[in-house]
């Protein structure tokens, strides 16, 4: 079974930058799509950015698009670079094992059960 653990939140000011990074155990993270999920207290959780293992290709929620980078070494690490960061980008983020559609439609297709823990990301104005 495939791990991921999300890593590398904390508190930036608005306009600044974090780097995640989604660290993998148990496969290599080109074997399977990969997803940045977003929940913020008292909001729903959001698919923010897939990467998919069957061609590459890219996903963005329109909320982030243009500002966050989701790129793969495709052994064990998938990253989310974020620039241009807004106190509306405070939540803990997650990465899954989730196909790409689920992300698009903020679906944990899997469960949130086989998720990592979160880090926290905090935007102060």
């Known amino acids: 079974d495939v791990q991921l653990q999300a890593s590398g939140g904390g508190l930036v000011q608005a306009g600044g930058s974090l780097r995640l990074s989604c660290a993998a155990s148990g496969k290599t993270v080109d074997d399977f799509d990969v997803g940045w999920f977003r929940q913020a207290p008292g909001k729903e959780r959001e698919g923010v950015s897939c990467?998919?293992?069957?061609?590459?290709?890219i996903y963005y929620a329109d909320s982030v698009k243009g500002r966050f980078t989701i790129s793969s070494d495709k052994k064990n690490t998938v990253v989310l670079q974020m620039n241009s960061l807004r106190p509306e980008d405070t939540a803990v983020y997650y990465c899954a094992a989730e196909p790409c559609w689920a992300v698009k439609r903020d679906l944990a297709y899997y469960g949130m059960d086989y998720w990592g823990k979160g880090t926290l990301v905090t935007v102060s104005s």
């Open positions: 990467i998919s293992s069957s061609d590459g290709s």
